[in-house]
């Protein structure tokens, strides 16, 4: 088969009334389009109805990092606005201090040693100025640092969303399931599952495993090369418990298939596949895994572990739709998107959800 590998191929028009700003009033009221990706069928749902298309010899894989309020607003003393976006979880040096990489938006750089606070109740103080915008920063904070950026941060919400943050998106803009805090973006598949619907499939027998990936805000980030393959993805930490390997291990097994709920569940199994010795998964030892994850999936990419997929639709030329391309095909992709487009299907975020079959 021979695979597209330039840009262009990867891009579509989207209007701006299909970009959804709000979540849907309730999760698990979103819609389901569903693609075979043997045949190319495609079949229009409600989310509810991902529990027909599973079985109790399948299992489902969330990512369950939460998201942290990693936006900070501020004004300098002259009145000027400035804002903080952290790149990731702070990284702590003691029970009062951290450190952390942020994105800056102000009207002038920040100097080293300028000073900013909330209520006494945190400080930041601008280590040193970086490329692209970023700075260093050190945190001073007088309790629990995750409690500190609750009360004065805002849910850090994607760009295109285009609209400031409010005190709700630190619920919807969350997985019910949300365990392991340190993601500047949503796991967004696992957005549609309420606890109703976990509990449905519990009642059916099929076995929900655990995998952690903290999505960091390169994610967001486009693809700039015309040749796709020579675009850098950033590494993001994941973590996979042994129960989640022994799961996996067991659904093979018996013959079941694993159910990704989203592109971070993907790249978290087949790098862990991968690490492990490709088809090794099945019979390797079990023991806790976590690394750097770095895996950039093109088409033509041998998937090890994953046999289904839940997604959202994502942004034109992105890794992320690449990555759904190499798992189904390009044009059945593109296909899948037009046809979204055409039926009013919500995207991005907090649009409606995508089963790769």
Known sequence: MTHRYDLNAYTFHLPESAIARY?????STSRLLVLKRGTGEITHRSFPDILEYLEPK??????????????LRTR????????????????????????????????????????????????????????????RLQLHFSEGLEEVLERHGEMPLPPYIDRPAAEEDKKTYQTVYARHTGS?????????????ILKRLKQRGIAIGH??????????????????????????WISIPVETQRLLQDTQKRGGRVFAVGTTAVRT???????????AW?????????????????????????????????LPGSSLLVLVSAF????????????????????????DAMLIL
């Open 76 to 135: 300098k003393p002259t009145g000027g606005k400035v804002e903080f976006l952290f790149l990731h979880f702070p990284q702590l040096l003691s029970d009062k201090t951290a450190i952390v990489t942020a994105l800056c938006h102000s009207s002038k750089p920040l100097r080293p040693g300028q000073v900013f606070s909330w209520q006494d109740e945190l400080v930041i103080e601008v280590l040193e100025g970086l490329s692209n915008g970023q700075v």
């Open 282 to 314: 099945k019979e390797a030892a079990l023991q806790p895994f976590e690394a750097m994850c770095d895996l950039y999936i093109l088409p033509g990419f041998d998937f090890q572990v994953v046999d289904a997929l839940l997604t959202n639709f994502h």
């Open 184 to 196: 500047v973006a949503a796991p967004t598949a696992g957005l549609h599952f309420d606890e109703a």
């Open 58 to 71: 399948d299992c489902l894989i969330v990512n369950d990092s939460r998201v942290f309020p990693a936006r």
């Open 269 to 279: 199994l087949e790098f862990w596949a991968q690490k492990t010795g490709g088809e």
């Open 23 to 27: 979540p849907a009033p309730e999760r």
């Open 211 to 236: 995998v952690t990936l903290h999505v960091g805000y390169g994610t967001f980030a486009p693809i700039k090369t015309q040749d796709i393959r020579k675009h850098k993805i950033h590494a993001e």
């Open 328 to 351: 189904a095909g390009r044009e059945r992709i593109l296909m899948a998107y037009n046809q979204a487009i055409q039926e009013g299907y919500r995207f991005y975020s907090y649009g």
